[in-house]
């Protein structure tokens, strides 16, 4: 019997452990190989939802379905202190769960995710609001439609955070929603970012820093976070400059999974050392990783996961049954980004192809809309 | 030369969403003072963005090579 675990039972692991049984399910009904999910939560929730549940443009109760009822059959799926994973020992091929027991693998996948560091800096938790979260997307939700005029501060805390475009996206989403509501001139909208421009890809810094001087779009860059002051209402940053809010919308730190750190097997941010490629965490042939676990330079998103895990999945199936070449991973992306309230544009690219982002338009923000809502039956259950 | 000793090698030659200064910033928040950060670069206006980007942060430009038309820059964190 021969075990294939991964690690994680978000976007990227649930895909990944779908196209594995997908290919190994003979092998799985004949009972020469286990395709197991590790993940404490038994809910698999559908991330870039929850800016959409910020802005008011989905249901809460759309963004999540229980775990199981997106894995396939062949699947198997430990939740709970099951599935919490308290060590990764690389050494001797196992991981051990928080319920005491060990689970030996023959092919390992990290899709251990990034996480959320509120703490990181001061003031943060008291004094941001942010879409990073379904609980606290609700809230924001909340503000946005009782807020009736002021300056509102859309900020960036650091570099790399999941979902790249996010920032950009509400704050073009706040800018149209205040217009169709006709306060928009009472509303003053700053963004910080903490490098040189609005976005790290020149192409879609030029669209978008364009767009921002056509919206009447305060730019703060370069902007590192350093401190938020609730009571006074006011964000500060390393370089020295500060900035009054009566709203502020902010991207808090990531790191990468704790139980990366405790196993000695990431950075200091617990990003795992990765090859681009491949793949494979480096110096381990039978480790893969992938979404935004890796220390990859490269967009930490839900479309990033699901093209990696097409060239994860047949090299995990290959090594288990040693019959086919292994393929690699050119680095494709492809996400939409929404440009108000009814209208978006998108990026795709790969390592050697920059992307070209069309004219914003309804068609694009219909299919992100509808993309959404193909998820769960489709993209989840990798039907294609 | 000075030995320095290296927190990360960034490969930042390919399209990235955070795009390379992005990338760097965060590895040198992370590198100990005295620590350097290596960062591969794919084109020479973008190796001319972080040489200015190092100036504004105070961060020490210990090597600037080129290499088969790429470029290798390594950055020591001073403060």
Known sequence: ?384 | MLEIKLYKTIDATSENCTGPIGELSSAMNDAYVGEGVAILLGDEPTRDDVLVWARRTGNEVAENISEGGKFKLILRKVK
């Open chain 1, 1 to 384: 019997m021969k075990n294939v675990l991964v690690a994680g039972g978000g976007l990227g692991g649930t895909i990944v452990a779908n196209r594995i049984a997908q290919k190994l399910s003979n092998e799985i009904d004949k009972g020469e190989v286990n395709v197991t999910v590790l993940d404490k939560d038994d809910k698999h929730f559908y991330q870039p939802g929850f800016l959409l549940v910020s802005m008011g443009a989905m249901e809460p109760g759309e963004t999540h379905v229980p775990e199981r009822s997106v894995l396939d059959r062949h699947v198997k799926f430990l939740s709970g202190d099951k599935g919490t994973m308290t060590k990764i020992d690389a050494a001797n091929h196992s991981i051990s769960t928080a319920d005491g027991a060990s689970h030996h693998y023959d092919q390992l996948v990290l899709s251990t995710g990034s996480h959320l560091q509120f703490d990181e800096i001061p003031g943060f938790t008291e004094g941001a609001d942010t879409f990073f979260n379904l609980e606290k997307a609700r809230d924001m939700w909340k503000k946005v439609q009782s807020f009736t005029g002021g300056k509102i501060v859309v900020d960036t805390a650091m570099l790399p955070h999941k979902c790249p475009v996010a920032p950009l996206e509400v704050t073009l989403m706040l800018d149209d929603y205040f217009r169709k509501k006709g306060i928009r001139e009472k509303v003053q909208i700053d963004y910080c970012y903490p490098v040189p421009g609005v976005f790290g890809i020149p192409n879609v810094n030029r669209m978008m820093t364009g767009i921002f001087a056509e919206r009447g779009i305060n730019i703060h860059s370069q902007f590192t976070l350093a401190s938020v002051d609730a009571g006074a209402r006011k964000i500060t940053s390393k370089e020295g400059e500060s900035l009054d809010y009566d709203m502020l919308v902010s991207v808090p730190p990531h790191k990468g999974a704790q139980v990366i750190g405790d196993s000695g097997l990431g950075d200091r941010r617990n990003w795992i050392p990765t090859d681009k490629f491949t793949l494979l965490v480096k110096g381990h042939d039978d480790i893969h990783a992938m979404g935004d676990t890796t220390d990859i330079a490269i967009s930490k998103a839900g479309s990033t996961a699901d093209y990696e895990s097409y060239t994860v999945s047949h090299n995990v199936a290959a090594d288990i049954t040693g019959t086919d070449g292994k393929k690699t991973y050119p680095g494709t992306v492809f996400c939409f980004i929404a440009t108000g309230m009814d209208q978006a544009t998108y990026i795709k690219f790969d390592y050697s192809h920059p992307p070209v982002p069309p004219t914003p338009s309804q068609i694009y923000w219909w299919s992100k809309l509808a993309y959404n809502k193909l998820y769960w039956s489709i993209h989840a259950r990798t039907m294609i």
